[in-house]
């Protein structure tokens, strides 16, 4: 995995680029303007480990509603901006910790030099937010919709606020074709100093919106590309937080709890692996130390293929061994040794 780091960018509590850990971001999907129901919504997803939140700013109602909510959470709050720079500014004044524009519907670059000039007075980053579908008509007309369009829409942008003397940079370049995205953001890396966030636009719903998201931003993250992540997933927003957790763990960027692995079963299997794998999943805590916990199908190959496991439990037809990091540590017979087992991971990830 190669470096890429980049400028550093401060949003409220949370730093984004220059070597900081990849954040979590989600978005909410109640009327912002519905006070209590976002903040009910943000806290819920703080709940789940949420890092920094962005809400979508569509009218002046909005904007004062801004002015309850950010009091009440705990974490960075983005306004998400389209058509009006005014309210952009509105939101900057109201206490947002970023904005989020989209070069290609903000208006006139003289919009974009007002809004830059309000936020380094104030300290507020500006995500530059360009995606497929609302590309500048002579970007359309020169490219049509690749990745040279969605970088060239951003380079635009940021020109005219490194021109304003600011930096506090931000860049998504977002698309829904997985492949036209990990091109856009691998151009992007070599061509800005700034930090990434990374996204698959209009992923879709659950298993889609996911493996979409998993390919696109998973690539980039083992590439070193990605300072910041949102997986946008039609439904409940606080699913995003899980998958965005599970991609980074997948991929080794961070760990969240117990990474569990195991094995897809042969015909040497003599247990129903399946139900011991959800009874181990569903006993063990949702938070607490990383490990990573085996559960395989046969004693044959179990602890020499997850020998990497914190601890691991590989089954016969009758017994089990328990093991760490590939060396045996005891075996018992079934059922009970699967309870031992499960006390014991537990009891570790409490250490």
């Known amino acids: ?28 999907n109640t009327d912002t303007r519905d006070a209590d129901k976002t903040i009910a919504q943000i806290l819920a997803l703080e709940e789940a480990g949420v890092e920094i939140v ?11 509603a801004l002015k309850k909510i950010i009091p009440a959470i705990h974490v960075p ?21 970023k904005v989020r524009i989209n070069p290609g519907n903000i208006g006139s670059d003289d919009k974009v030099r007002e809004l830059a000039a309000c936020a380094k007075a104030n ?11 609302s590309l500048e008509k002579e970007l359309l007309n020169k490219y049509g919709v690749c990745a040279e369009a969605l970088v060239e829409s951003a380079q635009h942008h940021v020109s005219l606020l490194e021109k304003q003397g ?31 966030h990374l996204g698959v636009t209009e992923a879709g719903m659950g298993e889609q919106a996911v493996l979409k998201s998993a390919i696109g931003i998973g690539s980039l993250l083992l590439d070193g590309i990605g300072d910041t992540i949102r997986v946008s ?3 409940d927003a606080v699913q995003e937080v899980d998958a965005a957790k599970r991609i980074l763990s997948a991929c080794g960027i961070r760990r969240f709890g117990a990474e569990l692995v195991s094995c897809p079963t042969c015909g040497r299997t003599r247990v129903e692996l399946a139900s011991i794998v959800e009874k181990v999943r569903s006993s063990l805590p949702p938070n607490g130390k990383p490990i990573k916990i085996a559960v395989m199908g046969c004693a ?31 075996s018992d017979t079934l ?3 699967i309870d031992r087992f499960i006390a014991d991971a537990g009891a570790m990830m409490s250490d």
Do not use: W
Request: some cysteine.
């Open 1 to 28: 995995m190669k470096s890429n780091k980049t400028k550093q960018v401060r949003v409220g509590s949370v730093l984004i680029g220059g070597g900081a850990p990849v954040s979590i971001q989600s978005m909410t």
């Open 54 to 64: 962005r809400s979508s700013v569509y009218d002046e109602k909005c904007v004062e």
């Open 77 to 97: 709050l983005v306004a998400d901006i389209h058509f009006d720079h005014r309210l952009a500014i509105a939101s900057i004044e109201a206490g947002i910790a």
């Open 123 to 133: 300290g507020t980053p500006i995500r530059i937010g360009v995606n497929t579908g």
């Open 166 to 196: 600011f930096y506090d940079i931000v860049i998504s370049l977002k698309a829904s074709n997985v492949p036209m995205m990990v091109e856009a953001y691998r151009i992007a890396a070599e061509r800005f100093p700034y930090p990434l």
């Open 233 to 235: 997933i039609t439904g």
């Open 300 to 330: 044959v190959n179990g602890p020499g293929e997850a020998r990497e496991a914190d601890i691991g439990i590989a089954f016969g037809q009758k017994n089990a061994v328990v093991f760490r990091h590939g060396e045996i540590v005891y």
């Open 335 to 337: 059922p009970g040794v």
